[in-house]
Structures are given as structure tokens and as C-alpha cells.
């Protein structure tokens, strides 16, 4: 059997399941990578009888048990594998590591197969690609543009389609700015999530590992093999109960969105396709215009302040000891560290926690801040023409992610008339990374692009999967749905949107305050709509505690005959409270009290 032309996971567990071969898949790739035959791609490759053995065994052994199984990839050459060289893109520094970073041995384990280790903005300090003693890896999608950084060869060898996915990593927009640049998607999970053990620091304190992949999906597949602390990293944290990556899908989305002064482009093109994302985000919530200028002053302290220090630090050695074998623009950025002061960094660390608060603050109101993934993506020369400047502008909108404590994900926005494609960034608190890739798979379907340098169409947004053993479906009709304000309590016990619902004409809806009261009567009942949700069903009766009288839990019958659990008010409840069952539901009722 020949190997799927894209390399999709759904593309590839169809080919295993049919009876092909991860041999096939092997060998597929392999040749991909002598066509493509870019010396700046890779600084390390698995011999191919090597990689030919792995996908020999594996397919001796078989799938079970491997979600990743036979799916070929690359990790960025600043993150430890077994006995290939780490190099950060400078020769002086190469080391072989004896052990797998946790992230490339948890895919390894969970059945895939490294190919080999790719090109970087030496040490990750830049945006661009440009920065590596060992060339400028070629851009699939606009050859005489930058591929950018600092991940520039992970995200280019998955654009190429040799590699089914990427590990690069993010302190500034390294995970964001070459998806942008290659057409694909570009994950940035939340600090901590992934370990950075075995990953040559930037600013460790603000490092993540982000994944590159040709669909929102797939790159939640892989960051959910990958997550989870490590005994030995100082910086990883477990996620929250019921957290997940893959894409939730939510019936309203409170989206939020710079003040138009505060967007900068290249092109009058580059903004309007920014604004045509924005506009289908709107379609499926609410758009709120917020002021962003505190979140772009702390991002200008990453180059300017004590994190260019913190930069230093890792690498003191090198600077102090070896500066001629670094790139000059490297060695320029990380000798400024030798002359930050304490004092910088405390007022550094100030500014961060008010950031930080500031954030929190923004993400009580919305669930995701949607951005220019950049202002646009200049070509090689005028890279060349300014590398510090153009450098700088690429991370206007990436910049400040890491220091708030945010979650990101970058998906293809759609391309200029020149060929030159753009990409907008959703944005959320820590842990996020579901409801991103819910509005994220959204837009990234109707970005008319394909995926990668392939003309494959991109896959429509995944519909939420049916309740799963051990779920019930409970119908929330007031301040628990999506995007109000109670909605967090549902999710804290494991709740996950299913669909929109009404119930049939049964019941009225009456106005409590801050929430709404729906009783069963026997004549002269309405439609209500509201949302079905999957709640695990040991979470049902401590979510229910948490209810306050005269609410409840209790069958509800729905226009379709079903019969889920559902919120209910006891009769006496209502008394005095105002019948508002003519609005047809709590969201529209909320609204007509907005407007008067």
C-alpha cells in the first residue's frame, strides 16, 4: 500500500487500519526528505536503517496502546534525543545527551517515529529563522520569504509534508511565527504543562514546548501524549482536573480583540484578513474591544529588561569565554545581559505580576483575546535589510504570552494576493488549550487555505464526541451555560458542551435575579432554549450541592423527545419573580435587559 499523500493522523491510523505498514509511512518520508533537499534543514538525522528497524518493530509489535503509532516527526535541535547531537544551531556548544527530553520520549513511547532533529535561530533567540551558522531553511509556501523563528526548520519540515508534526519550543512566539509563516498550526501550551527537562534554555522561566502540525487536532493529539509534569523539572505543573487539549467546541464565544489603533500591518491586506477572521470568530459569540497597551509594554521588557539576563545566564560560559562562536546577532543580544542590574529585575518581576493581573482581569470578561499572529511576514531581504527592527516587529503580538501566563494557538488566516500567507493567535488563560482549539478548528476551516504546501483541504471543526461511558447529559438553561458566568462551576466538575437544546413547550421561564427559574406546568408552557452538557456522573451530586435552593435537579423533556437531567426551580420559587418565557431563553432575556 502506498502511504497517505498528507500526513494527518486521521490519514494515517486510516492507512494502519487498512493494513499498511509503518515501514511504508518510513519510507514515504525518507524520500520527502531527499526531494526536498534543503541542507539547512536538518543539523541531525536518524540513520534510515534506523528508522527503517523502529518502524519494523513497530509494526511487528502493533498499534495497541500507541496513539501515536508509525506517524513519522521532527524536534527542533535544542531539545535533547539519546545520541543524536544537540547543537542549539552553534557548533561549539554540541553535546550528545545520553537521555530523551520527557517530550520526546513520552511520543516515542506512545508509538511514533523520529526522523531526526531540525534548524533554529541559534540558542532560540529570534523570530525570523535567519540566525544559524548553518543557513536559512526554505520557506514551502513563499520561497523568497523568511521561514521564520526560532523554530524554523520544525515548522518547515511539517509545511513540507516530512513530518507529520514538529516539537519546537516558545519563550517570545517561536511556536507561533513560523506557523504563521509555513501555513500551519502552532500550539503553545501552557507554561509548565509540557517539561522543559532536557530543553537548552532561553529563559527557562519562560520556556514551553510547543507543537507544530498541519491541523488543530493533530496538534492536540500530540500535546495530550506530551503533557503532564516530570519528578525532575522545576518548572512543570499538572493541569487542572478534566483538562484536555482536544478541540471543545462552545455555542457562544466571548471574544475580545485590540482597539483598532492599537493593530499594526504591512498591508492593507494583512489587516483584512486579520479582520475577516475576527468577523467569523463574531459570528459564534460576542466581540469586545479592549485595550492591550499594558500587554505591550510588558512585551517590550522580554528584549529590553532582566529576561535578556536570564538569557545570559544560561549561557555565561559561552558569552564570557567563547563569543566568537556565536552569531553575531546572538552574541550581541545575550552580552547585553552582562550589564542588567538587580534592581532591573525586580522592577521587571513587578511589572510582570501587574501584567499578570491585568490578564486575569481581561480573561474574567472573555474567554479568548484573538490577535495578529504578526503584523505580516517580510521576505528575506528585507529581513537582511533590517534584522534587529524587522525581528523585533515580528513579535508584537507574541511577545507578551509567556510572561502573562497565557495559553496560545496560531492558525493560518489565509494569504495576500504576492503568495505571502498570514495567521491570526487565539489567546487564553492558562489552560485553555480545549477551548482555543474549539474556535481555532473553526477558523482554521474557513481560512480558504490548504494544508501546509499541499493543496489537501483543511478538515471541518470536530462536532463534540457522544456522552462517553460513565457520562449523563444535563441541560443548563441559565448563568451555567457558555460564557456566563457560573459556566466555570460546570466545567470544574467535568461538564463538556454537546450541542444547543430546547426543550418542548412545557415550561415557563421566569426571572430569579442573577439566574433564571424553569418550572413544568400543565397548560400554557413554552420552548426554552439552553445547552446540553456531559457531566461524569460521580459529578453529579457534588455539583448539585453546590446548587442553591429553590434549585434543582430533575428530568427535562426536550423537543425531541429525550429526556436528560436538568435544572428545575421548585414551584414556590417563582413566586413574585417575573415571567419571561416569551423571550424563549435566558441569553435572549439577558440581552433585552442590555438593551433596555
Known amino acids: 500500500m502506498t502511504a497517505p499523500e498528507v500526513f494527518t493522523l486521521p490519514a494515517l491510523a486510516g492507512f494502519h487500519a487498512a493494513g499498511g505498514s509503518p515501514v511504508a509511512v518510513a519510507e514515504a518520508a525518507l524520500a520527502r526528505i531527499a526531494a526536498w533537499a534543503d541542507p539547512a534543514l536538518f543539523l541531525a538525522t536518524v540513520p534510515p536503517e534506523a528508522v527503517r528497524a523502529r518502524t519494523a518493530a513497530l509494526a511487528a509489535e502493533g498499534p495497541r496502546g500507541r496513539p501515536l503509532y508509525g506517524v513519522p516527526f521532527v524536534v527542533k535541535d535544542n531539545i535533547d534525543v539519546a545520541g543524536l ?36 535561530d541559534q540558542f532560540a533567540t529570534g523570530l525570523n529563522g535567519t540566525r544559524s551558522p548553518f543557513g536559512t531553511p526554505r520557506n514551502p509556501v513563499a520561497p523568497d520569504c ?46 509548565g504543562l509540557v517539561p522543559t527537562q532536557g530543553v537548552v534554555p532561553a529563559c527557562r522561566s519562560l520556556d514551553c514546548v510547543s507543537v507544530f502540525a498541519l491541523t488543530v487536532a493533530d496538534a492536540a493529539a500530540v500535546l495530550e501524549v506530551i503533557a503532564g509534569p516530570a519528578p525532575g523539572d522545576r518548572y512543570s505543573r499538572p493541569a487542572p ?8 467546541p462552545q455555542p457562544a464565544w466571548r471574544l475580545a480583540a485590540p482597539w483598532p489603533e492599537q493593530l499594526v500591518f504591512d498591508s492593507p491586506e494583512d489587516a483584512a484578513l486579520y479582520e475577516a477572521s475576527l468577523a467569523r470568530a463574531a459570528l459564534d459569540g460576542t466581540l469586545l474591544r479592549v485595550d492591550i497597551a499594558p500587554l505591550l509594554a510588558i512585551a517590550r521588557r522580554l528584549y529590553d ?18 563569543p566568537e562562536a556565536l552569531h553575531p546577532v546572538t ?60 525581528n523585533s516587529r515580528l513579535g508584537t503580538y507574541t511577545n507578551f504570552v509567556n510572561i502573562c501566563d497565557l495559553s496560545a494557538l496560531a492558525v493560518p488566516a489565509g494569504f495576500r494576493a504576492d503568495g505571502r500567507p498570514a495567521g491570526v493567535t ?65 466545567r470544574g466538575h467535568g461538564g463538556r458542551f454537546l450541542r444547543a437544546a430546547r426543550t418542548a413547550p412545557l415550561y415557563r421561564l421566569h426571572d430569579l435575579g442573577n439566574r433564571p427559574g424553569m418550572v413544568r406546568v400543565a397548560e400554557g408552557g413554552m420552548a426554552v432554549t439552553g445547552e446540553l452538557w456531559a457531566l461524569p456522573a460521580a459529578g453529579i451530586g457534588p455539583f448539585l450541592a453546590e446548587i442553591p435552593a429553590p434549585l434543582g435537579f430533575g428530568r427535562v423533556t426536550l423537543e425531541d423527545g429525550s429526556t436528560p437531567l436538568g435544572f428545575l426551580c421548585e414551584a414556590a420559587g417563582i413566586i413574585g419573580a417575573p415571567d419571561i418565557s416569551a423571550t424563549g431563553g435566558w441569553r435572549a432575556h439577558l440581552q433585552m435587559r442590555k438593551d433596555g
Open 426 to 490: 487565539l489567546a487564553g488563560p492558562a489552560f485553555a488549550e480545549a477551548g482555543l482549539g474549539g474556535l481555532g478548528a473553526v477558523l482554521h476551516a474557513a481560512a480558504g487555505v490548504g494544508l501546509g504546501a499541499s493543496a489537501a483541504p483543511v478538515p471541518p471543526p470536530p462536532r463534540p464526541p457522544p456522552l462517553a461511558p460513565g457520562e449523563l447529559p444535563l441541560l443548563a438553561i441559565g448563568a451555567h451555560m457558555a460564557g456566563l458566568p457560573l459556566n466555570p462551576q460546570l
Open 305 to 322: 529588561g532582566a529576561w535578556v539576563a536570564e538569557r545570559t545566564a544560561a549561557l555565561r560560559e559561552m558569552v564570557e569565554q567563547r
Open 146 to 191: 523568511i521561514p521564520g523563528g526560532s523554530s524554523s526548520g520544525s515548522a518547515t519540515a511539517v509545511a513540507a509534508g516530512i513530518a507529520a508534526f514538529s516539537l519546537g519550543t516558545d519563550t517570545a512566539g517561536s511556536g507561533r511565527v513560523p506557523a504563521m509563516a509555513n501555513n500551519i498550526v502552532g500550539l503553545k501550551p501552557s507554561l
Open 331 to 390: 552574541r550581541g543580544i545575550l552580552a547585553a545581559g552582562l550589564e542588567k542590574r538587580t534592581i532591573e529585575a525586580w522592577e521587571d518581576f513587578h511589572a510582570a505580576a501587574e501584567a499578570r493581573r491585568l490578564a486575569r482581569e481581561l480573561f474574567a470578561r472573555v474567554d479568548i483575546l484573538l490577535l495578529p499572529t504578526a503584523p505580516g511576514l517580510p521576505d528575506l531581504a528585507a529581513l537582511a535589510a533590517e534584522p534587529v527592527a524587522a
Open 85 to 120: 547531537p544537540t547543537t542549539a544551531a552553534c557548533p561549539a556548544y554540541a553535546h550528545v545527551p545520553a537521555a530523551d527530553a520527557p517530550a520526546v520520549a513520552r511520543l516515542l513511547a506512545a508509538g511514533a517515529v523520529l526522523l531526526g532533529k531540525t534548524n533554529l
Open 241 to 248: 482536573p478534566h483538562w484536555q487539549a482536544r478541540p471543545a
